[in-house]
C-alpha cells in the first residue's frame, strides 16, 4: 500500500496514443501520465480554424483523431504545406517562444487535439528536468528532420510548421 | 487566403475604456470583498499557502505519488510543523509574565501607558510651553478614561470577535488541500467552458492571472521573511524580549499598508518599555529600529520583492491604495494591489479579446458550423417545400410502419 508509488502507472488506451506520438515516444508511463494531466482537450469541426498565418503561438497541438490542413500564403496563394494524420503534432514553435505562428492551421474532417501550452512546457523543463529533456530531444529531432528534408528536396513550405 | 497579420493579433495594448473599466471592476471587488470578508479572507490565506506548498507538492506527485495522496502529505506535514512551531513560540518568552494571560495583557498596557507618561514628562521639563498646555493630565485623562472603560466596552466585543473569526479562518486549511489536489482539474475546466477561437489567449490569460497572484504572494512571504529577519536582529541587538516572534508578528501586520506598520510600531515599544521600565532609551532604541526597518523595506526590499511582481506605475499604485483604504477601509488597503494586479491581467487581456476582428469572426463561423451540423436533417424549408429530406425515406418508413400497427 505504501509503495504503491514505486509501481508504474497502468497505461490507458489514451496514454497508448500519447506514446505513439514521435514528440512522447521516448516516456515513461509515469512520465507520461505527467504530460497527460497537463495536456488540454480540444474538439474541432471540418473546416474550423485552429489557428491564422501571424497569430502569436501559444501552444502545441497533437493530432489525436481526423486530419488537420497546414497551409500558408506565398505570394499571395495559399499553399498546402502538409496534412497530419493522428499521432502528427503542430505549432511546435510555439514551445520554444511566442513568435507569430507560420502557416495556418485548419480541421480537415473533425479533429480531436491534445494542447500543450509553453508555460506548462516550460515549468515542466524547470522542476523536471529529465521529462523536459526528453521532450526537447524529440521537438529538436523533428525540427532538424524538417531541416534536412527541406534541404533535401527544395521544398521551401516545410518549414512553415 | 489568410487575413493579414495586423488584424489577426488585433491591438496589443489597453486603452483608456479598458483602463477605466480595470479600476471600476476593482472597486466594485473591494466591496464586495467587504460584504464577503468571512469568506474572502481564509480564501486569501488558502492561496497563500496553496502557492507555499505546491512546489513540494509537484515534486511528489513528479515522485509516483497520486494528486490527492501527495496533497494529503504535504498538507498533514505543513500544518503539523506550523502546529509544532507556534506551540513552541508561545511557550517559549523571556519578557515578564504574569499568572494569566489577562494579567499579563493587562502588564504591557501598563508598560506602554508608563512609557508615555515618562515621554511626556521628559517633553514637559524639556518644552515648558508643553507643561503650561498640561499637556501629560490631559493624555492621562483621555488614557483613564479610555482604559477604565475598556474591559467592559470593548474586551468582550474583541474576543467575540475573534472567536467569530476562528471556524472562517479554519477553511483556510480546507481550501489550500483542495486547491491542491483539485487545481490542475479546476484550470482545465475553466479552459474547456472557452471557445476553440479563444482558447489559446484563455490560457494565456489564465496562466499570467495565476502568475500574477502567484508572484504577488510569493513577494509577499520573502518581504515578511525579510522584515521578520532584520527587525528581530535589531530588536535583539537592544535586548527587547521574544525578538523573533516580536519581529514575525510586525511583519505581518506590515501586510496592511500604512495602519499595520503604526499597530506593529506600536506593539514593538509597548514590549520594549515594559522589559525595561526604567529605561526609556530602549523603547526609543525600539522605535529607532522599527523605523530603519521600514526604511529598508520601503526602499530596498520592497522594490526586491513586490515591486517587481505587479508591474503597475507607482502613481497607479497609490491612490488605488487610497481608493481602496476609502472604500473598504483596512481590508481594502490590505487587498487592493492583488486585487489590482489580477483585474488589470484579466481586463487587459479580455480587451484584447474582444476588440480582436479576426477571433470574432473566427468564433462566428465556428458557431456557424456547428449550428449547420446540429440542423444538418432539420431542413424546415425543404419540409415545406415537400422536397426530400436526408432523413426523409427513414421517416417515410417509421410512419408507413406506424400506419400498419394502426391498421393491425
Known sequence: MIFRFLKPPRMSPRLHRLKSSSLFSALTPLELKIVDGLLHERRYLKDEIVFDEGEEGQALYLLMSGRMRISRLHEGVTQVVAELEPGGFFGDLALLDNSPRNAQARALEPCEVAVFFRADFLGLMDTDAVLGYKISLALARHIGLRLREWMGTGRPQLEAL | ?408
Open chain 2, 1 to 408: 487566403m489568410s487575413p493579414v497579420p495586423g488584424i489577426v493579433n488585433g491591438p496589443e495594448r489597453a486603452g483608456p475604456v479598458v483602463w477605466t473599466g480595470i479600476v471600476a471592476a476593482t472597486c466594485l471587488l473591494l466591496l464586495v470583498v467587504q460584504q464577503l470578508l468571512w469568506l474572502f479572507l481564509p480564501f486569501i490565506f488558502g492561496t497563500v499557502l496553496y502557492y507555499v506548498l505546491l512546489g513540494p507538492m509537484q515534486r511528489m506527485v513528479r515522485s509516483g505519488f497520486g494528486r490527492n495522496a501527495a496533497a494529503v502529505w504535504v498538507c498533514t506535514l505543513f500544518f503539523t510543523l506550523a502546529a509544532l512551531a507556534l506551540a513552541l513560540a508561545l511557550s517559549w518568552s523571556d519578557g515578564p509574565e504574569e499568572d494569566s494571560w489577562e494579567a499579563t495583557i493587562g502588564l504591557y498596557l501598563d508598560g506602554g501607558v508608563a512609557f508615555v507618561r515618562t515621554s511626556l514628562a521628559m517633553l514637559e521639563a524639556r518644552f515648558p510651553i508643553l507643561a503650561e498646555m498640561r499637556l501629560t493630565s490631559t493624555v492621562d485623562m483621555a488614557f483613564t478614561t479610555y482604559t477604565n472603560d475598556f474591559a467592559q466596552n470593548h474586551l468582550g466585543d474583541i474576543v467575540v470577535g475573534v472567536m467569530t473569526w476562528v471556524p472562517s479562518l479554519l477553511l483556510a486549511p480546507f481550501l489550500t488541500f483542495f486547491l491542491l489536489r483539485d487545481g490542475v482539474r479546476f484550470k482545465k475546466f475553466l479552459a474547456r467552458a472557452v471557445p476553440n477561437a479563444y482558447f489559446e489567449r484563455a490560457l494565456y490569460l489564465l496562466h499570467e492571472v495565476d502568475q500574477t497572484a502567484r508572484r504577488y504572494f510569493e513577494g509577499l512571504l520573502k518581504l515578511t521573511v525579510l522584515d521578520t529577519l532584520v527587525l528581530a536582529l535589531g530588536l535583539w541587538v537592544i535586548g527587547v524580549s521574544s525578538p523573533l516572534l516580536l519581529g514575525l508578528i510586525s511583519a505581518v501586520l506590515a501586510w496592511v499598508p500604512f495602519v499595520g506598520s503604526i499597530a506593529g510600531c506600536v506593539l514593538v515599544v509597548i514590549v520594549a518599555s515594559t522589559d525595561a521600565p526604567g529605561n526609556p532609551l530602549m523603547a526609543y532604541g525600539a522605535i529607532g529600529v522599527f523605523v530603519l526597518v521600514r526604511l529598508l523595506d520601503d526602499f530596498l526590499f520592497m522594490p526586491l520583492t513586490l515591486g517587481r511582481s505587479l508591474h503597475i506605475h507607482p502613481l497607479v499604485t497609490v491612490l488605488m491604495i487610497f481608493i481602496g483604504g476609502m472604500l473598504a477601509g483596512v481590508v481594502g488597503l490590505m487587498l487592493v494591489l492583488p486585487l489590482l494586479g489580477v483585474v488589470m491581467v484579466i481586463g487587459e487581456t479580455l480587451g484584447t479579446l474582444v476588440t480582436n476582428p479576426r477571433l470574432r469572426a473566427r468564433h462566428r463561423y465556428a458557431r456557424a458550423l456547428r449550428t449547420r451540423q446540429a440542423s444538418v436533417d432539420l431542413d424546415i424549408a425543404r419540409e415545406r417545400r415537400g422536397a426530400p429530406t436526408p432523413n426523409g425515406a427513414l421517416n417515410a418508413a417509421s410512419s408507413a410502419s406506424s400506419g400498419a400497427t394502426a391498421e393491425d
